[in-house]
């Protein structure tokens, strides 16, 4: 039973520092937006809309696609919806009413990749991903993203939709990057270590310019081809792995990431692609609120609050005036403080006057 208690005072502390509102949400949502509208601004509708395999070309508005706003839009050049799918796009990118356009970027992002006639990896992940956003920012009621906010305490209703749909997008984001690195290993080029020597040489995606001459000089030797290939799969299991694990390793995820896609950027292209994974990564490993105080019982929360010897309290305050769990040597009051810093709450610990 004592187990079961300190799993969910774990599990109130990580709801409660997790910051749903830093900036590096809004950084990932923007990435993903530029990203969607490079796609539209620099292809054109026919390009995007192919005939595939003697299909006519799409969108297919059929079932639930009915709903996508290319669908809505009768018209054969789509002028209308794509202008509307940009200025979407823009408004998340300024970060203009977060809550809201959440809303609408996930139905852009739903219309790009059940709509368009050869959606890559990248489109179909942000169709997910948005959706995903939309109950990470529902409780943002900023004007406009970007801008700072005091930090006030939302409902534990809100909180807690917040933090779970942070969860749901790291789990999303670790099981996108542990598949694709060890589904490789069912392709006997992965295997034996050869294929980036024929992904750097394909006709319509291989590398091109200088990043192409570097890149084919690597994969003529049977060792620079073997640690391209096996590397890239170390990388993707490994940004799983790190991405559910702590504020640290989430960072170190991060980094692979943004290391990963702006070599795949550099040697074959797909902007789009690499834009949408490295802004979802980007939400997925923000890191957790350092410093918050419960208002109801004063109890202090975070890192820097157990380096300075304050115990964490979930709800348990030790005596009828609901002060918060102290040291040994400490008898303090905590009081909270609200500051300008969307990061963090003051605590001003006053010595106790009798």
Not at 34 to 63: M, R, Y
Not at 164 to 188: D, H, N, P, V
Not at 237 to 251: D, H, K, T
Request: proline share 5%.
């Amino acid at each position: 039973m004592r187990t079961i208690s300190q799993v969910l005072n774990k599990i109130t502390v990580s709801v409660s520092e997790y910051a749903s509102l830093r900036r590096s949400t809004q950084v990932g949502r923007s990435v993903i937006a530029a990203a969607q509208l490079s796609i539209l601004a620099l292809t054109s509708w026919a390009n995007l809309t192919p005939e595939v395999l003697g299909h006519k070309p799409a969108p297919a508005c059929i079932s639930v696609v009915k709903a996508s706003l290319f669908c809505v839009d009768t018209s054969d050049d789509k002028v209308i919806s794509r202008f509307i799918a940009a200025g979407i796009l823009i408004l998340v990118i300024i970060g203009f009413l977060p809550a809201v356009t959440a809303v609408l970027h996930a139905w852009v992002a739903f219309s790009l990749s059940t709509s368009i006639g050869l959606p890559d990896g990248g489109d179909s992940a942000a169709a997910v991903v948005t959706i995903i956003i939309i109950f990470i920012t529902a409780r943002d009621t900023r004007l406009f993203a970007w801008g700072r906010s005091d930090p006030i305490w939302s409902s534990s209703v809100t909180d807690g939709i917040a933090w779970g749909a942070w969860w749901i997008l790291r789990l999303q984001m670790a099981f996108i990057y542990i598949e694709s690195g060890l589904s490789k290993f069912g392709t006997a080029e992965w295997m034996n270590g050869s294929a980036m020597h024929y992904v750097v040489r394909d006709p319509s995606f291989g590398a091109s310019g200088p990043a192409g001459l570097l890149a084919r000089g690597i994969t003529n030797t049977a060792v620079g081809t073997a640690a391209v290939t096996w590397g890239t799969i170390v990388l993707e299991v490994a940004v799983g792995v790190l991405i559910l694990a702590g504020p640290r390793a989430r960072r170190w995820a991060l980094s692979l990431v943004i290391a990963l896609h702006l070599g795949i950027i550099i040697v074959i292209g797909l902007w789009s692609f690499a834009g949408i994974m490295m802004g979802a990564v980007i939400i997925a490993a923000t890191p957790r609120q350092h410093l918050l105080i419960a208002p109801d019982t004063g109890a202090a929360f975070g890192p820097e609050v157990s380096e300075k010897g304050v115990e964490s309290s979930i709800g348990s305050p030790t005596s009828e005036n609901h002060e918060p769990n102290l040291g040994a040597n400490q008898s303090p009051t905590a009081t909270q403080i609200p500051h300008k810093d969307q990061r963090s709450m003051i605590i001003c610990v006053a010595s106790k006057s009798q």
